[in-house]
């Protein structure tokens, strides 16, 4: 079993950054590929990014790409993801979610999930 909990949501101006935090307990969270997912009112849950066990692979939708980066601390049992030149579209419940080792865009294939994290960006 893994519990996630995010952290690190709020309300930021158009062209500001925030950094969401996913902390996790329970088993080795470095057997886990992570991924960061966003839902938007009216709109179906879509994956940002993501990550893999190690660290040494990750993925990026077009939508963020370039202007979000995904990380992870093993030691600290931490994922992250900076974001960077944030726009109104970004608004969105961000949740992260843990699957075996390799990182997929399938949600179906995540075991564990957080409970998310509201990102507002203002115009």
């Known amino acids: 079993q893994v519990q996630l909990v995010e952290s690190g949501g709020g309300l930021v101006q158009t062209g500001g950054s925030l950094r969401l935090s996913c902390a996790a307990s329970g088993r080795t969270f470095s057997s886990y590929a992570m991924g960061w997912f966003r839902q938007a009112p009216g709109k179906e849950r879509e994956l940002v990014a993501a990550i893999n066990w190690s660290g040494g692979i990750t993925y990026y939708s077009d939508s963020v790409k370039g202007r979000f980066t995904i990380s992870r601390d093993n030691a600290k049992n931490t994922a992250y993801l900076q974001m960077s030149s944030l726009k109104p579209e970004d608004t969105a419940v961000y949740s992260c979610?843990?699957?075996?080792?390799?990182?997929?865009?399938?949600?179906?294939?995540?075991?564990?999930w957080g409970q998310g994290t509201q990102v507002t960006v203002s115009s």
């Open positions: 979610a843990a699957r075996p080792r390799i990182s997929s865009a399938a949600q179906g294939s995540y075991d564990y």
